[in-house]
DNA sequence: GCCGTTTTCGGCCCGACTGTTTTCAGTCG
């Protein structure tokens, strides 16, 4: 079984920070630990650039670290890592990866305290060990004892959905001050990434200390991790980290531009910014002459909005969710970005659920409710019988609700449109749950895996084939039926996947539950340049969960994804006769 | 280690905050 890329990523990132612990090179280690990232992110096996010989192509990978990703793949192994393993213990990495310990702490621990665990440094620090060493003290062994504490807290990352709701009541909260003259949410969230390290709130403010001293004493907060006039920190109860930024307001375009990242977007920026003869930083564009040096404050250029940064630096705005670096520079410069989705494009959502099923609405409650929300049609699709617990209907009541459907079709009106659909199971051995002829009878059929998301990847590749190839299947619903944070995706073969999505007109969806997000943005962007239509369905059960469209639309954005190619997006007529079209 | 319409060698972004320092290193984002 070959090594898959996050656990190739992995062992660069490895890589990356033991080199840094041995002090080499900055950026010999910084280039392992971009490759570490760029590798997680990356919509195809490894494998399969090997095959096209693209490896080197991929931005960051060159000759030494594609013959390190070619050795895994053929060996299991690298020599070069189990060589550095036997230098530096693999533990200390967990002791570089608490808070406030950096790479030469860990080093100095392991050296003079032969520390390699995070529970012995817990005792060390406890005995009152660390203090002793030269750069620390009482208040540095005490941050140490606290950060080994959040650890069992916080559990990496916070899938968005939570992160952005615990982002919005502080966001209300310092808007209401009165020294606020604006706030926003900048940083991962902003950018609609799909799980969230910290939050990053900025705030615009000639008065930056009450809103300081409010938002540390805010009575959620569980530690403080710094204060300072224009920045804060604090971890929540829940173990999430939130900073605050106070800027005034002619520097607000700046700060926002350099707080929404990515980290990796901002150095190119930077890059260009300096090409152009300037310095940016948050607060400024800040000129240099020919001979290399910072003019003064007097000639420094404020931007107080994001456009006007990237202006000056002779770049058309780019919207937040493409701040990747993976691409999106260069198509600035020339002229091609994308015409991203908007919400106000979508006109309909194809995956919903009633009281039919598991759903707590009626179909007429749906109908309206998303009316309300401003489209013009739906599918009804409850779950087929296979799915018991969430009362699935077999044929007899498909057919018995199909006549609901349309009734409430009537009553609605002509200017919204209830279909009927289902979304229906993909079973365990590849059949599909409802019949060729029950299925004809549908206007939409969503086909979804709900079980033995842990087969391997041919049995997992089957099903979904199986079911592309059915005549009467419109769309994949969450192709891999992960749940962020507590359940893998399923392992798909995706180059297999979307060959049989494009030669069958398939849609793949992205499901805008926030806990899904399913396809994710990496595997639809790539969907999408392969000219696969895409849908963005709330899978609603309930209103609220109609409500969460927006993290399909940022999800969407993140895929570089135009309109024209999500079927949501068209018109009733075109949709309905795109389906008729179809078997 | 990566990369190239200013370079195949010599570059590679920038600042805030903390704690331990007598002016700065370490960490973080």
Avoid at 7 to 31: P, T, V, Y
Avoid at 298 to 307: A, D, L, N, P
Avoid at 424 to 448: C, H, K, N, P, T
């Amino acid at each position: 079984m070959a090594l898959t890329n996050q656990e190739i990523a992995d062992i660069f990132n490895n890589i990356a920070d033991m080199l840094e612990i041995q002090g080499e090179n900055r950026f010999k280690f910084l280039s392992y630990r971009r490759a570490g990232e760029t590798l997680g992110e990356l919509p195809r096996d490894l494998q399969a650039y090997v095959d096209d010989g693209t490896l080197t192509d991929i931005p960051g990978i060159g000759k030494a670290i594609s013959d390190k990703i070619k050795e895994l793949l053929e060996t299991d192994k690298l020599e070069f890592y189990e060589k550095l393993r036997a230098q530096v213990p693999e533990s200390i990495l967990q002791i570089k990866g608490i808070n406030g310990v950096g790479p030469k702490k860990a080093k100095l621990f392991w050296n003079e305290l032969n520390i390699t665990t995070v529970e012995s440094l817990q005792t060390a620090a406890s005995e009152g060990k660390l203090r002793e060493l030269p750069g620390m003290g009482a208040k540095s062994e005490q941050k140490i004892i606290e950060s080994i504490q959040a650890l069992s807290r916080n559990r990496g990352r916070t899938p968005i959905g939570n992160a952005k709701q615990a982002a919005d009541t502080i966001l209300a909260e310092l808007v209401a001050l009165p020294q606020v003259e604006e706030a926003m949410i900048a940083g991962s969230i902003r950018r609609g990434k799909t799980t969230i390290g910290d939050v990053d709130i900025l705030a615009v403010s000639d008065d930056a200390e009450p809103i300081m001293a409010h938002f540390v004493g805010m009575g959620r907060v569980e530690r403080i991790l710094g204060q300072g006039p224009t920045k804060s920190s604090i971890e929540l109860r829940t173990g999430l980290q939130v900073d605050l930024r106070v800027l005034p307001r002619e520097r607000f375009g700046t700060a926002l531009q350099y707080f929404t990242g990515s980290k990796d977007h901002n150095v190119r920026i930077r890059e260009i910014a300096l090409n152009k003869g300037y310095s940016l930083n948050e607060h400024a564009l800040r000129p240099i002459d020919d001979a290399g040096n910072m003019l003064d404050e007097s000639h420094y250029v404020y931007c107080g909005t994001e456009e006007d940064v990237y202006e000056k630096i002779g770049l058309p705005w780019i919207a937040p969710e493409l701040r990747e670096d993976q691409g999106e520079i260069e198509a600035a410069i020339a002229g091609k970005l994308p015409n991203l989705i908007t919400a106000e494009d979508i006109l309909s959502d194809l995956h919903m659920h009633t009281t039919w099923s598991d759903g707590t609405l009626s179909i007429r409650e749906m109908a309206e409710a998303a009316r309300e929300r401003g489209k013009t049609h739906i599918v009804i699709t409850d779950h087929s019988k296979r799915n018991i617990v969430a009362n699935g209907l077999d044929g007899e009541r498909l057919l018995q609700q199909q006549a609901e459907v349309r009734a409430v079709n009537e009553e609605m009106g002509d200017d919204f449109h209830v279909l009927h659909g289902v979304e229906m199971d993909i079973l365990e051995d590849g059949d599909m749950d409802l019949s060729d002829d029950i299925l004809a009878q549908l206007d939409f059929v969503v086909a979804s895996l709900h079980f033995g998301l842990t087969q391997d990847r041919a049995l997992i590749t089957k099903r979904l084939l199986n079911a592309l190839n059915n005549p009467h299947v419109d769309c994949i619903g969450h192709m891999t039926g992960r749940l962020i944070g507590t359940r893998p995706s399923a392992d798909v073969d995706f180059d297999a996947v979307f060959e049989a999505a494009l030669e069958t007109d398939t849609v793949l969806e992205i499901n805008a539950n926030p806990a899904r997000l399913d396809l994710d943005a990496q595997y639809a962007r790539r969907a999408h340049q392969l000219g696969i239509k895409l849908a963005i369905n709330t899978d609603a059960h309930s209103i609220k969960m109609m409500d969460m469209l927006p993290y399909g639309i940022l999800t969407a954005r993140r895929a570089w994804a135009e309109p024209e190619n999500v079927i949501n997006t068209w018109a009733f007529d075109r949709f309905y006769a795109w389906i008729q079209s179809r078997a």
